[in-house]
């Protein structure tokens, strides 16, 4: 072997290391955080007409192009999208279609849609979703672009979007919607924030008519432990041989988006559902949130000592028969249909929710919420059918 290959190898381990440190560093950074978390800058369609909705696919004048504001003075892009049933009941094109809105919040239920990072509410994958949704699904849709993505005023923060996401609860009821007619579908990075504003209509004793989490993650903290870019490089796997190195950058987190934690505080029904072949957020994260839903159903558990070699028989025969107590009480409670083809729905219901988890085969990160299985199930759940 030529002397210099030994060499050349050091120089690019070295270098390596010094990116790796040096991305790191830049992690803890809160303006490069921001900007890898909700990725707004990335506003693609490039050019979006948002006045032109059609040009995107939908019907004319089935969608009104609109502004929010919330409580802090921030300038929202919303689309109004009207249900197909009241679209079709008009006896032509509207010419003034925002004059028909309190009409259609009134005599159809409305899903207030909450994006996931990147893009804008004129994405391709998201249209498809209001498409699904004013048709299969009979609902008007409300979907607003955060602050700062889009054409709306400011620059996201945790804290700011879950005040857009009240402001657009708010401009529904302003406008004449019931808060048991708005069903809150989030995506992906909006599954967070549908959980902020969820949590937030519960303890004020207002019940939305549910919460469906498209693809959602536990929480920030545990997605950089998960995530892939691209499906192939683990962003944070190199991290975990370094735990040191993981901590700083979980420390150094300013968005959290605690979805985990916020579980108790949701009152009334939730869906939630995640493809197999997700490889942006892998489905662990939904089987541990619909986990969370259903810990206080289950027999408590003292989990194993980390030195479990040191157990007396004894010991371990009460660990073992508390697991399997659980195990029993899941079974009993929790009813599980395999669907050909499709998925697996798991469910529970207790005296005050329903917690429905759709495990579907197909639909990846993006199109998970466009398969007319996850539609369906969401129609059935949530009684937007026989209209
Ligand atoms: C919002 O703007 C209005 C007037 O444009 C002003 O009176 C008000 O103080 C502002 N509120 C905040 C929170 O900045
Ligand atoms: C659609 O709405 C706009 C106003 O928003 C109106 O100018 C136009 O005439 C409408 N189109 C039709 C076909 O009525």
Same mark, same amino acid.
Request: aromatic share 10%.
């Given at each position: 072997?030529?002397?210099?290959?030994f060499?050349?190898a050091?120089?690019?381990?070295?270098?390596?290391?010094?990116?790796y440190?040096?991305?790191?560093?830049?992690?803890?950074?809160?303006?490069?955080?921001?900007h890898?978390?909700?990725v707004?800058a990335?506003?693609?369609? @490039?050019s979006?007409?948002?006045?032109?909705?059609?040009?995107y696919?939908?019907?004319?004048?089935?969608?009104?192009?609109?502004r929010v504001?919330?409580?802090?003075?921030?300038?929202?892009?919303?689309?109004?999208?009207?249900?197909?049933?009241?679209y079709h009941?008009?006896?032509?094109i509207?010419?003034?279609?925002?004059?028909?809105?309190?009409?259609?919040?009134?005599?159809?239920?409305?899903?207030?849609?909450?994006?996931?990072?990147?893009?804008?509410?004129?994405?391709? #994958?998201?249209?498809?979703h209001?498409?699904a949704f004013?048709?299969?699904?009979?609902?008007n849709?409300?979907?607003v672009d955060?602050r700062g993505f889009?054409?709306?005023?400011?620059t996201p923060?945790?804290a700011?979007?879950?005040?857009?996401?009240?402001?657009a609860?708010? @401009?529904?009821?302003?406008?004449?919607?019931?808060?048991?007619?708005?069903?809150?579908?989030?995506?992906?990075?909006g599954t967070?924030?549908?959980?902020?504003?969820s949590?937030?209509?519960?303890?004020?004793?207002?019940?939305?008519?549910?919460?469906?989490?498209l693809s959602?993650?536990?929480? !920030?903290? &545990?997605?950089?432990?998960?995530?892939?870019?691209?499906?192939?490089?683990?962003?944070?796997?190199p991290? #975990?041989?370094i735990?040191?190195?993981?901590?700083?950058v &979980?420390?150094?987190l300013?968005?959290?988006?605690e979805?985990?934690?916020l579980?108790?505080?949701?009152?009334?029904?939730v869906?939630?559902a995640?493809?197999?072949?997700?490889?942006?957020?892998?489905?662990?994260?939904?089987?541990a949130?619909f986990?969370?839903?259903?810990e206080?159903?289950?027999?408590?558990?003292?989990?194993?000592?980390?030195n479990?070699v040191?157990l007396t028989?004894?010991? @371990?025969?009460?660990?073992?028969?508390?697991?399997? &107590?659980?195990?029993?009480a899941?079974?009993?409670i929790?009813?599980?249909? #395999?669907?050909?083809?499709f998925g697996?729905?798991?469910?529970?219901?207790e005296p005050?929710r329903?917690?429905?988890f759709?495990?579907?085969?197909?639909?990846?990160?993006d199109?998970?919420?466009?398969?007319?299985?996850?539609?369906? !199930?969401?129609?059935?759940?949530?009684?937007?059918?026989?209209?």
């Amino acid at each position: 072997m030529p002397r210099g290959f030994f060499s050349i190898a050091r120089t690019v381990l070295t270098v390596l290391g010094v990116l790796y440190g040096a991305a790191i560093v830049l992690l803890t950074i809160p303006y490069v955080q921001t900007h890898l978390l909700f990725v707004h800058a990335v506003r693609i369609p @490039w050019s979006s007409n948002y006045d032109m909705p059609e040009r995107y696919g939908l019907a004319p004048n089935k969608t009104i192009n609109l502004r929010v504001n919330t409580a802090d003075n921030e300038s929202l892009g919303a689309w109004f999208v009207l249900s197909d049933p009241f679209y079709h009941s008009l006896p032509a094109i509207p010419s003034q279609p925002a004059d028909h809105i309190p009409t259609a919040l009134k005599t159809h239920p409305t899903i207030l849609f909450f994006h996931g990072n990147a893009g804008t509410r004129a994405f391709h #994958a998201r249209i498809q979703h209001y498409t699904a949704f004013s048709s299969r699904l009979s609902a008007n849709v409300l979907a607003v672009d955060y602050r700062g993505f889009g054409d709306s005023t400011g620059t996201p923060t945790e804290a700011g979007l879950a005040r857009d996401a009240r402001a657009a609860w708010n @401009w529904l009821i302003a406008n004449g919607a019931t808060a048991n007619q708005i069903l809150i579908v989030g995506h992906s990075l909006g599954t967070g924030v549908s959980v902020l504003l969820s949590a937030e209509l519960s303890d004020e004793g207002i019940a939305p008519r549910g919460v469906v989490l498209l693809s959602p993650f536990s929480s !920030v903290s &545990k997605v950089l432990e998960t995530y892939n870019i691209l499906g192939v490089v683990p962003l944070m796997r190199p991290l #975990a041989m370094i735990p040191w190195a993981a901590n700083i950058v &979980k420390r150094a987190l300013i968005h959290k988006f605690e979805t985990d934690i916020l579980v108790p505080r949701i009152k009334g029904p939730v869906l939630i559902a995640h493809a197999e072949n997700d490889w942006d957020i892998p489905y662990s994260h939904s089987e541990a949130l619909f986990n969370m839903f259903l810990e206080p159903l289950l027999p408590p558990s003292t989990p194993l000592p980390s030195n479990a070699v040191s157990l007396t028989e004894e010991e @371990w025969a009460t660990f073992t028969a508390q697991a399997a &107590k659980r195990k029993e009480a899941r079974a009993e409670i929790v009813t599980t249909v #395999a669907l050909h083809n499709f998925g697996t729905v798991h469910e529970f219901t207790e005296p005050e929710r329903k917690v429905i988890f759709v495990q579907t085969l197909a639909g990846g990160h993006d199109y998970l919420g466009v398969q007319e299985g996850v539609q369906d !199930v969401i129609g059935r759940t949530f009684g937007l059918f026989g209209r």
